[in-house]
């Protein structure tokens, strides 16, 4: 889909600068028999506009430069896509379809293919060796739901999946890490890596993955479970310069503060990339600035550290040790 998208708003920014930050794809998908029930969404990875299709689309765009048109729909061989102008689109969530991410091919899906794909890495293995893949979770539903409760008809799990490429492939154990909240004790709401081990090796005693489990304790915690990841990356959310921030701390003394705050915030308002309202709702939300009401009572900077947020997060802090100063404050 993002492919088909990439495709019609190039073209459509031959003829309005910066129409592409506009268009909205919505695709249809179908359904069918064909020895079994199937349901597929309605894209070609080959696609390519026709002539008919460019002209439809010139003459749509130029009518977008005076109000909002009614949405476009092409409709050309496989690919059924409803274009829409909105206001704004970001180019990471831009195309949508209705139909969930399903499989229904032990084969024709993102798993199979991915452990195919790595079974090359480990066929070359001497004789005795464990071949072991792993298979981390970034928003994919079916390895988030290896053996969903509810399931369409013909539809196939991400457990019987890799149960079938152990049989067909030649590797011996397929270790699948997915951030999850709330199916620990004691109960968290943060994520932690839940492991699920598929051994081609029959009735493995559970000690046999202690490692494993060992592993996974001493990976840095997720900060988002898969699904919710892939939505953030969708709205651009781990752009480079899209920063995530840590709180401000303050810490209050007699005639002393303390003030924790975030180096990746103050960097991007002394670069310019934020102006001072918005760096202010970040730093203090609906709190005075702290900065202003100590320095009104006399209290001054005296020190500055940097404390480091450490591996899990993506900013650190600058500690500003404020202490009263005869020179700052009123005179008695």
Not at 299 to 322: W, Y
Request: glycine share 6%; aromatic share 10%; with cysteine.
């Amino acid at each position: 889909m993002d492919h088909t998208a990439e495709i019609v708003a190039n073209y459509a920014d031959r003829f309005q600068k910066r129409a592409s930050d506009h268009l909205y794809f919505e695709f249809a998908d179908r359904s069918y028999w064909d020895t079994k029930f199937r349901r597929e969404r309605c894209v070609d990875p080959n696609f390519e506009l026709s002539c008919s299709a460019r002209l439809l689309l010139r003459d749509w765009i130029r009518t977008a430069r005076h109000s909002p048109p009614a949405p476009l729909r092409i409709s050309e061989g496989k690919t059924n896509v409803l274009i829409s102008w909105r206001p704004s689109v970001s180019k990471h969530a831009r195309t949508f379809c209705s139909m969930p991410p399903v499989a229904y091919d032990l084969e024709k899906n993102p798993i199979y293919t991915a452990l195919k794909k790595k079974r090359r890495q480990v066929s070359g293995a001497s004789q005795g060796t464990l071949r072991c893949i792993f298979l981390f979770d970034a928003g994919c539903s079916l390895l988030r739901h290896l053996k969903p409760t509810m399931m369409g008809t013909n539809e196939i799990s991400g457990a019987e999946i890799i149960h079938h490429a152990l049989r067909k492939l030649s590797v011996d154990l397929v270790c699948v890490f997915s951030p999850s909240s709330g199916n620990h004790l004691p109960y968290s709401s943060s994520p932690r890596w839940k492991v699920t081990c598929f051994d081609k090796r029959e009735n493995m005693d559970s000690r046999e993955y202690h490692r494993l489990n060992e592993l996974s304790s001493r990976l840095p915690a997720p900060q988002f479970e898969g699904y919710q990841a892939r939505s953030i990356h969708a709205q651009g959310g781990f752009h480079p310069q899209k920063s995530w921030y840590l709180g401000t701390k303050l810490t209050t003394g007699l005639t002393t503060m303390t003030i924790s705050l975030s180096s990746r915030l103050l960097q991007d308002y002394l670069a310019g990339r934020i102006d001072k309202d918005t760096y202010e709702h970040h730093a203090f939300g609906d709190m005075k600035n702290p900065f202003e009401a100590e320095l009104s009572g006399g209290l001054t900077i005296q020190a500055v550290k940097f404390e480091s947020g450490g591996l899990d997060d993506d900013d650190d802090h600058i500690v500003f040790d404020l202490a009263l100063d005869p020179g700052a404050g009123r005179i008695q």
